[in-house]
C-alpha cells in the first residue's frame, strides 16, 4: 500500500497577491495556524507514516515550522538544491524527490490543496495503475477536466476548454504514483508557452497506455490559491467543527 506522500511546497504562488510577499502560500495563516497545518495533519490522519515536503521560494519558513515537531515523519527536500531554478512547473517537485521514491509507489499532492481524510485514505491503493481524484463542478472550464472511457480509464486532461468536452470531471491534484512516473516524467519537455514543465503532461503520456485510472472524491477539495480563500477555508473550518 502506498503509504509514502509527496507534497508540492515550492512555488510561490503569485495569484495570493501581497499574502506570499515574505512566505510560501503555504504558510499563510488560517484560524491561526498555517495553511500546511491542515494538510499535514490529514495527511496523518489518513495514515501516512512517510511524509516529504518538497520546498523551494523562501523555505525557510517551512523548515523553521516543521522543526517544531508538531508533526511527525515528516522530512524536507529542497527543490533548489537538486534541480536547476531555471527548470520550473508541477513535475519538477516530483523529480526533486526522485532519490526518496524510485521503485516505490507513493502519493502526491500540491501543498495548496485541501482533502478529507477519508478520499485521502482512498489512495492508499495497491496496484500498478496511477491513479488521479477527480470531482464534479459547476465550472469544469476554470480547471483541467478529466476525459475518461466506460471503465474509469484516463484517457485525456484537457486544460481550462473553451468548449464543452463533455464531462465535468475536474483533476484536484490529489495522485497516487506507480514507479514508472519517473520514466514518464523524463520524457517532458517545455511548454512552448511559458517553458514550465507539466505533471498533467505525464499523466497524459501515460494515459495513452491505458494506465491511469480517475477516482472520484467523496468529501471535499479546496483550493488555497486566492487571497479569498482564507476566508472561504475559515468559514469551512467553523462549520467541520460544528459538526463534531
Do not use: C
Amino acid at each position: 500500500m502506498a503509504k509514502r506522500v509527496v507534497i508540492s511546497a515550492a512555488g510561490k504562488g503569485t495569484r495570493m497577491k501581497h499574502l506570499t510577499h515574505d512566505r510560501p502560500k503555504h504558510m499563510i495563516e488560517v484560524k491561526g495556524k498555517p495553511f500546511l497545518f491542515y494538510l499535514l495533519s490529514n495527511l496523518e490522519q489518513a495514515g501516512f507514516t512517510d511524509i516529504i515536503v518538497i520546498t523551494g521560494y523562501k523555505a525557510q519558513h517551512i523548515h523553521d515550522y516543521l522543526q517544531k515537531g508538531l508533526h511527525k515523519n515528516v522530512r524536507v527536500v529542497n527543490q533548489f538544491e537538486r534541480i536547476p531554478e531555471e527548470k520550473y512547473g508541477t513535475a519538477i517537485p516530483l523529480l526533486a524527490a526522485r532519490p526518496e521514491l524510485e521503485g516505490e509507489d507513493f502519493v502526491a499532492v500540491y501543498g495548496d490543496n485541501l482533502y478529507s481524510v477519508d478520499d485521502l485514505k482512498k489512495f492508499t491503493i495497491d496496484d500498478s495503475y496511477h491513479h488521479v481524484a477527480g470531482m464534479p463542478h459547476q465550472n469544469p472550464s476554470q480547471y483541467g477536466v478529466l476525459i475518461t472511457d466506460q471503465q474509469g480509464n484516463l484517457k485525456e486532461i484537457i486544460e481550462k476548454p473553451k468548449v464543452d468536452v463533455g464531462s465535468n470531471i475536474i483533476n484536484t491534484g490529489l495522485m497516487k504514483f506507480a514507479p514508472d512516473i519517473f520514466e514518464a516524467l523524463e520524457r517532458v519537455q517545455p511548454n512552448s508557452g511559458n517553458g514550465e514543465y507539466y505533471l498533467v503532461d505525464a499523466l497524459t503520456d501515460l494515459a495513452k497506455k491505458n494506465k491511469v485510472k480517475v477516482q472520484l472524491l467523496n468529501d471535499y477539495w479546496l483550493d488555497f490559491g486566492k487571497p479569498e480563500d482564507v476566508d472561504t477555508l475559515t468559514r469551512f473550518l467553523d462549520r467541520q467543527a460544528e459538526k463534531k
